[in-house]
DNA sequence: AAAAAATATATTGTGCACAATATAAATTCA
DNA sequence: TGAATTTATATTGTGCACAATATATTTTTT
């Protein structure tokens, strides 16, 4: 057997399944405001930008329009965002944060903190595997 | 703007955009193997273990039967491996490798190292992830 | 042994994540 | 100005990831 291609050997398989550990861990959270994961990232830079064009949001969010048009077409028949044209250039779609949307912000609130609380790591661990991550994404 | 929900403040969304950088990263290497990640994940088990339960490799991967069972149809697709029954529990599912299967493995060999060549961390912080992620997942 | 409970895997349905491609509008160039 | 190119988003198709549930077999209990 070769050592490199043995499991244990590997540094993104723990990376892999840590991520997918962290979105379950936040489900039953966000299931309080019927939110997926993708879907509460997207809420919270819409909550500091009130309206954000679908570039951009996809330049924050680290995600394509093949994954966000479908997402905010979601969040729109939830009635938490709208979908409108660029002023200027109609091949822009501006997503605007609507009243229900602004709404739900406070009840999301504690999220952050109650999940952190699941957390088998402390916040200097939480820190240190942030600052990794950072640097991987650069 | 509440501190809590920036998304600058966030602990996990990098970890989950880390997540997606790495899967994508691996994504040229293994088409020359036509393997996805969770693919080559349960492929790396089976090249260590020439056979395993589908509960084991559920154990190991972190992943459920949801996402196991059609996993393992499409490598079973692919005559990598082969599905059995348990012999004593009918139950069980038998997975084996297929003679194509352990073929494979020299043409994986050099993947570790070609992935690790285009990471922006060095092996020092590779291993420092690894160990928080692993802690996380403890 | 028959009924009840537990166990292993499979199925169903939803929502990503992304590559590849399409569409349509804006910009640049001839 | 008209054609070619670029840009922004949408669409299509594949394969996860998982909750919820179903199925079938085994084990335990009565």
Not at 33 to 60: C, F, H, N
Not at 95 to 100: F, G, M, W
Request: hydrophobic share 35%; with cysteine.
């Amino acid at each position: 057997m070769t050592e490199s291609l043995k499991l244990s050997s590997q540094y993104c398989f723990p990376l892999y399944s840590a991520a997918n550990r962290v979105v379950r861990a936040y489900r039953p959270f966000l299931k309080t405001i019927d939110l997926t994961y993708p879907q509460y990232l997207a809420m919270m830079v819409l909550w500091e930008e009130e309206s954000i064009l679908v570039g951009q949001l996809g330049k924050r969010l680290n995600l394509d329009s093949g994954t966000l048009t479908p997402l905010l077409k979601r969040l729109e028949c939830k009635q938490l965002v709208s979908r409108h044209r660029g002023s200027e250039d109609e091949r822009e779609r501006l997503i605007k944060l609507t009243s229900r949307g602004r709404a739900l912000q406070p009840l999301a609130e504690e999220i952050p903190k109650q999940v952190a609380g699941c957390m088998k790591l402390n916040l200097d661990e939480l820190e240190q595997l942030r600052q990794l991550c950072r640097k991987l994404l650069d």
